[in-house]
């Protein structure tokens, strides 16, 4: 199994720029979820699908936080329009219970997000 | 909301043990992980141990829970370099919520 990926692992863009952040969870996962990584912050969990659906999306930031995942094998989370202080590694995990019973994250390796 | 703590620093010596702890407030976990976060990679399973275990040891690991207090502990036996890396304390089985994540704590092992 290749794991959870992410892309990019890198992502530098100036203030004001769209952002999109991609990931592809483990095969046979329904559970999704969107995690943000700080010095500050530690690590904060953004948004929640299940079975594709969202189901909690009460730690997107603000407005200009979106995600999707139209299918069982992709998400996205995007910026619109990006600030300095969305600066983050962005992570993306999957699981097959979303949570419940003995049911562990695999996470990707992260989207580092450089915003000037 | 659930608060996972977690010290956020630990020094130790090459070949010494290390104990790193976690406090808890919620006693509905049904399952407690472990994670290990190395420079540049996500986080990856470490161990886990069920909520109605006092104890589970898998080679240089031993995690302790205490119920009773909400505390979590690793231990990890004879720390060598590769062990330094940031160690993230969670707690699942709350449903929708996913795992609740400390803020991690920085091992760093002195020569």
């Known amino acids: 199994d290749a794991g959870v990926i992410q892309s990019p692992r890198h992502e530098v863009t100036e203030m004001g720029q769209e952002v999109t952040l991609r990931c592809k969870p483990i095969?046979?996962?329904?559970?999704l979820f969107w995690y943000r990584q700080t010095m500050m912050r530690g690590l904060e969990l953004l948004i929640y699908?299940?079975?594709?659906?969202?189901?909690?999306d009460s730690g997107m930031p603000e407005d200009r936080f979106s995600a999707k995942m139209p299918n069982a094998s992709f998400s996205t989370l995007k910026i619109q329009p990006s600030e300095p202080r969305d600066s983050a590694v962005y992570f993306c995990?999957?699981?097959?219970?979303?949570?419940?019973?003995?049911?562990?994250?695999?996470f990707g390796n992260g989207t580092r997000l450089t915003v000037t | 909301g659930e608060d996972v703590e977690q010290s956020l620093f630990l020094s130790v010596r090459e070949g010494d043990s290390s104990v790193i702890n976690c406090t808890y407030t919620?006693?509905?976990?049904?399952?407690l992980y472990w994670y290990k976060q190395e420079p540049g990679a996500g986080l990856q399973l470490l161990t886990y141990?069920?909520?109605?275990?006092d104890m589970k040891q898998d080679q240089r690991l031993t995690v302790l829970l205490n119920k009773k207090d909400k505390h979590l502990s690793l231990r990890i036996a004879d720390t060598q370099t590769g062990d330094s890396a940031i160690y993230f304390c969670?707690?699942?089985?709350?449903?929708?919520?996913?795992?609740?994540f400390g803020k991690g704590t920085h091992l760093i092992i002195q020569p």
């Open positions: 995990a999957s699981s097959s219970q979303g949570g419940q019973g003995n049911s562990p994250l695999h």
């Open positions: 095969s046979g996962h329904n559970s």
């Open positions: 969670s707690i699942g089985g709350g449903g929708a919520d996913g795992l609740t």
């Open positions: 699908f299940n079975n594709n659906v969202p189901i909690d």
């Open positions: 919620d006693s509905s976990s049904t399952y």
């Open positions: 141990i069920f909520s109605n275990m």
